[in-house]
Nanobody, 115 residues
Framework: QVQLVESGGGLVQPGGSLRLSCAAS????????LSWYRQAPGNQRELVAG???????NYADSVRGRFTISRDNARNTVYLQMNSLKPEDTAVYYC?????????WGQGTQVTVSS
């Protein structure tokens, strides 16, 4: 079955960096687009970044220029490099893919940006 497992979250000071990873299994990874979403307390889940099967990327305006999404098809892993982190980036970050009209989510990884 499809599994997405996020890792790499933690506590970081404003201006710092983190790299999130999402290890995927149960489907032909290289054939599917993947995305990172985040959800802060009291807020709706929002799209952060996406990457197509061909490597095209898109970003939310709030993270463009600071975050970079990438994928390693040999490792079945998608990454989110987050630089210049701000307190408003604090959220649970989720990996996502859509397969046959079904959305799959990981369990999420907490990112906290605070001094």
């Amino acid at each position: 079955q499809v599994q997405l497992v996020e890792s790499g979250g933690g506590l970081v000071q404003p201006g710092g960096s983190l790299r999130l990873s999402c290890a995927a299994s149960g489907f032909t990874f290289s054939s599917y687009a993947l995305s990172w979403y985040r959800q802060a307390p009291g807020n709706q889940r929002e799209l952060v970044a996406g990457i197509s099967s061909g490597g095209s990327t898109n970003y939310a305006d709030s993270v463009r220029g600071r975050f970079t999404i990438s994928r390693d098809n040999a490792r079945n892993t998608v990454y989110l490099q987050m630089n210049s982190l701000k307190p408003e980036d604090t959220a649970v970050y989720y990996c996502n893919t859509k397969r046959f009209s079904i959305y799959y989510w990981g369990q999420g990884t907490q990112v906290t940006v605070s001094s």
